[in-house]
């Protein structure tokens, strides 16, 4: 395990890394594009201003890390928990995410638009504000989610779990529903369903 390690504008483009264990490290501005990770583990390990393009994390677990401004274009996270990390002004779009556990992670004002998010667990997560039309949410976990200014036009939240609360905060106006929600939506906003 490594442990309070800085590796601040550490080039490490283009590793594999298998079981390792981070703690606290600070990866600020280190170019890690098209690394490659298998079961490793950071936790509360800062990546501000990195560079992870073009990187691969498979069943590797990301527990309370920062990502500030990090570049994530065509990152691919599989199997993977980003558990109560923060992402601050991330291009998140172009990242693939396959049962992905997102629980508790900080997207406030990110920018999701049009982006697969199928089947993630995103529990509790921090969405307020953020950009999620067009995005593919079916079979989604929203379940205690921070919905509050959620932007849902064109979003396919059929099969998706949401929490009551998150169906009063959040504008579903132009989102595509099954009716199971549909029903849910019109209880949590006091109507009668006979």
């Known amino acids: 395990m490594e442990a309070d390690e800085d590796y601040t504008d550490a080039v490490l483009a283009g590793q594999r890394w298998e079981g390792r264990s981070f703690v606290r490290c600070d990866f600020t501005e280190a170019d890690l594009h098209g690394l490659v990770t298998s079961g490793c583990t950071f936790t509360e390990c800062v ?52 049962e992905t556990d997102l629980t508790l992670a900080g997207l406030s004002r990110a920018n999701l638009r049009r982006a697969s998010l199928r089947g993630l667990r995103l529990r509790e997560a921090n969405l307020e504000d953020a950009d999620l039309r067009d995005a593919d949410l079916r079979d989604a976990d929203l379940t205690g989610a921070r919905l509050r200014g959620c932007r849902f036009d064109g979003a396919d939240l059929r099969g998706a779990r949401l929490g009551a609360d998150g169906l009063v905060a959040a504008d579903l106006r132009g989102a595509r529903v099954d009716v199971d929600t549909a029903i849910a939506f019109a209880a949590a906003h006091g109507l009668r369903v006979d």
């Open 47 to 98: 990546f501000d201003r990195s560079d992870l393009g073009g990187s691969e994390h498979t069943a590797t677990a990301f527990r309370s890390c920062r990502f500030d401004r990090a570049v994530l274009g065509s990152a691919v996270f599989r199997s993977s928990t980003l558990l109560g990390s923060l992402f601050v002004d991330c291009g998140l779009r172009t990242i693939t995410w396959e």
